[in-house]
């Protein structure tokens, strides 16, 4: 086939960035406050059955999320191999976010196992494709590192916006319509945003004209390529904490710090939060001073520090300070991640001459969702070690037990995420780590 020639406008930054903040929107809420509504609000179902259901979708994702990845890469239209995807599992995806938290009446008392299985295995599988797609226009649509990082650092900020609204404010404006219309509203702005960041991404139609990529012959090069389980890990580790932490301090909160209104879950979870935003434009220039591998180790490394002193405060003034700094190692950390797995995608395709963001990116997705067996881990530990089943059944030391759930298990992860870092190094790093070294 002919190659085509077009010539391919440029990808707003701004606009493709936004598209960070739509698709974060939904599945924040729903990752942080779904053990909270079934958990602890409805007493629907126990931390043991929600532990089971977070690491049944575990397996799941392990093979849909090559399968997007595939499809995606072999997707030839006029509008590109990412844009229809995009386009049409939003609205789906949104769906089943609404009908998760707006479960039918009945279901409001007993044990609604299935329903509650269910409705997350679609909401989660839905998720995936669309973050496969988004990350794999990423690299395609940014081709070097300093322009990458400018747009990274746009995402992670919206992103980080998103989390603002879906996580920080949800429990207010939960308190005053309810998780199912908050869920209604989330959804509308989701559906809204993400399709203004779809039709607006250029994608290069030329690179349809090269060889669609095997499902076997790509599976074979990610998995045996040590630079993905190692970045993998890291990355899986730093999820895990950061949705454990998230999905914990309600529990914290309440059980630990005593107080019960949703006002204080929304300042620890907003300070944190707005922190990272401050501290972005911060990591950028510690970026461009250090490098991407030694800031990304530093962040590790910062936000692992930082989170332990939470396991002291008694009091919400003490823990607010603490959050800043976890800010700080948060921001670090969602600065540099997005440019690691950039680099092990541009090694793969000098090394094979394909074009395969799409397995990529979802294969990263299954070792960053591999978090669920962490997060199960934790749910799990906790309603056996603590006897925390549900808010009917809290046990005899909540406080405890929230404790571990929000810091002690986190700070495991994060330990461990900060150790694999070390073990992922590229060529060109090395080579100036050694000139550094024969300078001195």
């Known amino acids: 086939m002919a190659e085509r020639n077009i010539s391919r406008k440029k990808t707003n930054a701004f606009r493709y ?21 079934y958990v602890d609000q409805l007493s629907a179902v126990t931390f043991s059955q929600f532990a089971a259901i977070t690491f049944a979708y575990t397996f799941l994702d392990a093979i849909d999320n090559p399968i997007y990845g595939f499809l995606s890469d072999r997707t030839r239209t006029k509008y590109g191999r990412r844009r229809p995807w995009l386009v049409i599992a939003t609205p789906l995806l949104v769906v089943c976010y609404i009908l998760f938290f707006n479960p039918p009446g ?21 998720d995936s494709m669309i973050s496969t797609n988004y990350g794999a226009l990423f690299p395609e649509l940014f081709r070097d590192d300093r322009e990458r ?87 899986a580790c730093f999820a895990a904490a950061l949705a454990l932490i998230q999905a914990g301090i309600p529990f914290y909160v309440k059980y630990y710090l005593g107080r019960e209104d949703g006002m204080s879950s929304t300042l620890l979870l907003g300070v944190a939060i707005l922190s990272a935003i401050v501290f972005i434009p911060v990591w950028i220039k510690i970026i461009h001073r250090l490098s991407v591998m030694r800031a990304w180790r530093l962040a590790f490394g910062v936000i692992t520090v930082f989170l332990l002193p939470l396991y002291v405060t008694t009091v919400l003034g003490a823990a607010l300070p603490v959050v800043v700094l976890l800010g700080f190692g948060m921001a670090g950390v969602q600065a540099t991640m997005d440019l690691v797995s950039a680099r092990i995608l541009d090694e793969d395709t000098r090394k094979f001459g394909l074009r395969r963001e799409g397995i990529y990116s979802s294969l990263l997705g299954v070792l960053n969702k591999a978090n669920g067996l ?47 870092s070390f073990w992922l190094k590229f060529k060109e790093d090395e080579k100036t780590e050694k000139e550094e070294v024969q300078k001195k």
């Open 17 to 37: 960035a936004f598209g960070m903040f739509g698709t974060s929107i939904p599945i924040n809420m729903f990752k942080t406050f779904a053990t909270v509504f």
């Open 106 to 126: 009945p279901l409001a008392v007993g044990t609604p196992f299935a329903y509650v299985m269910l409705m997350y295995m679609l909401t989660g599988t839905l």
């Open 149 to 235: 990082a400018k747009t990274n650092a746009i995402r992670q900020i919206f992103q980080l916006i998103a989390m603002v609204v879906s996580i920080a404010l949800t429990p207010v404006v939960a308190e005053k319509i309810g998780f199912g219309n908050t869920a209604i509203v989330y959804g509308i702005l989701a559906i809204a945003v993400i399709w203004f960041m779809a039709f607006g991404a250029r994608e290069d139609l030329s690179l349809m004209d090269q060889p669609k990529p095997g499902l076997l012959s790509s599976i074979k090069a990610v998995v045996t390529n040590p630079k993905f389980w190692k970045y993998g890990m890291t990355n």
């Open 374 to 420: 962490f997060v199960s881990a934790g749910y799990l530990i906790v309603d056996k070690l603590y006897g925390f089943e549900s808010g009917d059944v809290p046990g005899d030391n909540p406080g405890d037990a929230s404790r571990f759930l929000t810091v002690l298990f986190p700070a495991l992860l994060l330990l461990v995420g900060f150790l694999f």
